[in-house]
């Protein structure tokens, strides 16, 4: 096992179980899902914002932790923190020997070779993705990000939550790069590589990451905030392969599961469309939805293999309850998508339950729910879904009533469809 491979499945998640046994000064105190920092003493000698509002590592974070509140700083990898340079890159050699001596803190002593560690080119793009981050962190605070703030408020979230969050906003590509190259010190050419600045409609959008499972960048995302873009554009995400530091959505399985694997009800979950709806659900501690980022076919058969293979033995789907504009139910077709997809699993896959995209009522999805009638509405709802086989059933028959016109053909196309199923 590399070393890199060794720390995210050996170490870390046992640093940050025993935080107040391995980094005692910090006073950690437990809440929930998080460590909070007690000790100002410590927290204030932090480079940055000399009196920083809160010192917090999450439980889907476990490689570092947060100094929130306008701060500098923003995220410190404990690797930095050990190595005496928080927030700071790390020259290969140096992230090498900040590993093994928090390896050896944890208990969990690394024995590999050292050639099987990392590489300068994978820490400069976690450097400069966490970086990206907090420069957009830090300008929730600005006046520019009044509309961000705005929409958030409309769904829900103060500006404290928003950063917790992991919610940012982007001023302009001259600002950003700014702050990158002369605050953040990510050189000229790590920014040019990443893709983070290639795209100007990201001008005045929301971003937010989309981490991997283990906590990790995977991408970042930006949402159009004017109300006057349509369609894909409506989220943009970075570039991925040679030309930036994104991955596909497909490698990242699904949008919230390093909070959901996290959850007490980490082997059920929950799956709605859109990334913004999975926010709202966790914001009101419903910690086992996962979001597909797109529509229903989107949720591949690979993708449900692999969310069976890290443990998930059931999934409930709630997608969008909204028409388009040709009369069509975007939601119920990418429902049976779905189930079309599971059914072409050769390996393994969770087994599906299903509520029917009408039962939201007049709310166009989960998150609008919610927020117009309090999280207890989803017992209400977890009480009535049904099996996936049964959702396939209902709609072959709501698609082949007898009509007027009822045919020899029509019954047979009736038939064919059942027989089938």
Known sequence: MKLQEWMEREVYPVLFDGLPQFFFDFGWKAGNGCWTATNASVTRNLPGSPKPKQVVAYA????????????????????SYVAGRPGSQLSYEEWREGAKELAALAGRPYSGSDSDGGDEQTEWRELCL??????????????QADRALHYLEQRGLSRDEAEHLDFGFFTTVEEVRERLTNVKGVPAEVIERS???RDGRWTGRLVAPWRDRRGRVGTIWSRDLSGDVKGHEK?????????????RKAELVAFGLDKALRSPKSNDLIVVEGLMDAITPYSMGLTNVIAIGGGGSELSTARLETLNRLGVDRLTLILDNDPSEDGRWP??????????????A?????????????EL????????????????????????????FRFQARVIVDEHKPKADWTDSARDSVLQAAKAF
Not at 130 to 143: G, S, T, W
Not at 347 to 358: E, K, L, Y
């Open 346 to 358: 050769e390996s393994p896959v969770p087994s599906i339950f299903v509520i029917d995209p009408a």
């Open 235 to 247: 989220y943009l995400y970075l570039s991925t392969g040679e030309k930036g530091f994104g991955k």
């Open 130 to 143: 966490e970086a990206f981050l907090d420069v957009c962190r830090q300008a929730l605070y600005l006046p």
């Open 60 to 79: 889907d974070r476990p490689h570092g932790f947060f100094v929130h509140g306008g701060a500098e700083l923003g995220f410190v990898r404990w690797v």
């Open 361 to 388: 009522g007049q709310a166009k999805d989960l998150d609008e729910l919610l927020r117009q009638t309090g999280k207890e509405v989803l017992d209400d709802l977890l009480e009535r879904r049904m099996h996936a």
């Open 195 to 197: 893709g983070l600045l």
């Open 331 to 344: 939601g119920r077709e990418g429902t049976v998508a779905i189930l079309r997809n599971a059914n072409k």
